[in-house]
Nanobody
Framework: QVQLVESGGGLVQAGGSLRLSCAAS????????MGWYRQAPGKQRDLVAV???????NYADSVKGRCTISRDNAKNTVYLQMNSLKPEDTAVYYC???????????????????WGQGTQVTVSS
């Protein structure tokens, strides 16, 4: 069974840092884009950062200069380093990926917009 499992969330004071990780497991053949989204209570889920398989990145304006997304293709893992955290960064952070998975009886298939279960980030003022 294919899974995206996030870790690294928690409670931190404003100005602090956290590093989120998201590991893909299962019959992974390869991974295309990987990204982080967040959803605060009562708000929609928004993009935080995305990284392509080639390493190109894109960030939401609200986190530019404070967050860095990276990936380790050998470990099927994406990271989000968050610095200078603000109370408005408080949200559930979700990992998202386009996974190429192996099949038992055919070529690999693409699972678009595959989501993890989310990890809570709380920034206190």
């Amino acid at each position: 069974q294919v899974q995206l499992v996030e870790s690294g969330g928690g409670l931190v004071q404003a100005g602090g840092s956290l590093r989120l990780s998201c590991a893909a497991s299962g019959s992974i053949f390869s991974i295309n884009a990987m990204g982080w989204y967040r959803q605060a209570p009562g708000k929609q889920r928004d993009l935080v950062a995305v990284i392509t398989s080639g390493g190109s990145t894109n960030y939401a304006d609200s986190v530019k200069g404070r967050c860095t997304i990276s990936r380790d293709n050998a470990k099927n893992t994406v990271y989000l380093q968050m610095n200078s955290l603000k109370p408005e960064d408080t949200a559930v952070y979700y990992c998202n990926a386009d996974l190429v998975v192996e099949t038992d009886d055919g070529p690999p298939v693409v699972l678009h917009d595959y989501w993890g279960q989310g990890t809570q980030v709380t920034v206190s003022s």
